[in-house]
């Protein structure tokens, strides 16, 4: 069973930064490709980036949201740059299992989520 726990959400200003944690249990996360979700209020869960040998971001996220992992820590990171207040959703990170990265079904294991709130 694979668990994955957002962290590192919260409330910010806009223009501020966040970065976003997303821990791993088990001993093969070094071997699965990770993503990044977002969803927010009365919207469909929205792909924000993936990383696989090399990294994919959606078009509104790449310049200022970055994706990463540390292997040895088993963790997943997003570090949000220039936030707006349209970046307000709760953010969701998930194990990736075949198909189109971008697509939310392409993804078998997710975390809980963490809410990130912007304000203007």
């Known amino acids: 069973q694979v668990q994955l726990e957002e962290s590192g959400g919260g409330l910010v200003q806009a223009g501020d930064s966040l970065r976003l944690s997303c821990t791993a249990s088990g001993r093969a996360f070094a071997n699965y490709a990770m993503g990044w979700f977002r969803q927010a209020p009365g919207k469909e869960r929205e792909f924000v980036a993936a990383?696989?040998?090399?990294?994919y971001y959606a078009n509104s996220f790449e310049g200022r949201f970055t994706i990463s992992r540390d292997n040895a820590k088993n963790t997943l990171y997003l570090q949000m740059n220039s936030l707006k207040p349209e970046d307000t959703a709760v953010y969701y990170c998930a194990r990736y299992s075949g198909g189109d990265y971008y697509s939310h079904t392409s993804y078998q294991y997710w975390g809980q989520g963490t809410q990130v709130t912007v304000s203007s």
């Open positions: 990383i696989f040998a090399t990294t």
